[in-house]
């Protein structure tokens, strides 16, 4: 059983900043990539930002130079700070994990609104 517990979602007014973790439990093998996707009501969920075991990152444009991702490769837990939010940031987060196997696992998702 796969377990991706995310946390760190909430409300925040145009500008301020929120942190959202993930951590990964159980039987995953050898996790290739970590990354978080958002989907807002009406749209299809997209890539927000990813990050590889090497360190290697990968974000969506809307996104550069206002959110970051890390990792920490030995608890299985990955990070997206964003800071100067948007409206258009609204969206349900969801954390992604994928094995070298090339199986996703996705969390359940945390909600982040952005209040203008």
């Known amino acids: 059983q796969v377990q991706l517990v995310e946390s760190g979602g909430g409300l925040v007014q145009a500008g301020g900043s929120l942190r959202l973790s993930c951590a990964a439990s159980?039987?995953?093998?050898?996790?290739?990539?970590m990354g978080w996707y958002r989907q807002a009501p009406g749209k299809q969920r997209e890539l927000v930002a990813v990050?590889?075991?090497?360190?290697?990152?990968n974000y969506a444009d809307s996104v550069k130079g206002r959110f970051t991702i890390s990792s920490d490769n030995a608890k299985n837990t990955v990070f997206l700070q964003m800071n100067s939010l948007r409206p258009e940031d609204t969206a349900v987060y969801y954390c992604?994990?994928?094995?070298?196997?090339?199986?996703?696992?996705w969390g359940q998702g945390t909600q982040v609104t952005v209040s203008s």
């Open positions: 992604n994990v994928a094995s070298i196997l090339g199986v996703n696992y």
């Open positions: 990050i590889t075991r090497g360190g290697s990152t």
């Open positions: 159980g039987r995953i093998f050898s996790i290739n990539v």
